[in-house]
């Protein structure tokens, strides 16, 4: 119903910056919200930042606060992470995620992911 395409992971110098995008595609309408999700190796996937479709209200983990920010264009069916400052241990695969009802920052309630982009940041 819903496709999701991950793209700009790369490796970035700590204190660096990179802008991850994520296409949408086929039944878009159906999606209350879209987020980010990572998991690091040996970890579980956690949230990282979310933003309403429709309203554009967003939601961040703590540890992304200040240093992430997440965006949508509704032109092109596409949401961004802008992520500035990283951190060694920002290192991990990000996932896109989209969410059919309001619950959308918990990994196992999310309807739609893609396959991940990997982000690597060194020391």
């Known amino acids: 119903q819903v496709q999701l395409v991950e793209s700009g992971g790369g490796l970035v110098q700590a204190g660096g910056s990179l802008r991850l995008s994520c296409a949408a595609s086929?039944?878009?309408?159906?999606?209350?919200?879209m987020a980010w999700f990572r998991q690091a190796p040996g970890k579980g996937r956690e949230f990282v930042a979310a933003?309403?479709?429709?309203?554009?209200?967003?939601s961040y983990a703590n540890f992304v606060k200040g240093r992430f920010a997440i965006s949508r264009d509704k032109v092109t069916n596409t949401i961004f992470l802008q992520m500035n400052s990283l951190k060694a241990e920002d290192t991990a695969v990000y996932y896109c995620?989209?969410?059919?009802?309001?619950?959308?920052?918990?990994?196992?309630?999310?309807?739609?992911w893609g396959k991940g982009t990997l982000v690597t940041v060194s020391s």
């Open positions: 086929g039944r878009t309408y159906s999606i209350y919200a």
């Open positions: 933003v309403t479709w429709s309203g554009g209200r967003t």
């Open positions: 995620a989209g969410s059919l009802e309001g619950d959308y920052t918990e990994a196992n309630a999310m309807d739609y």
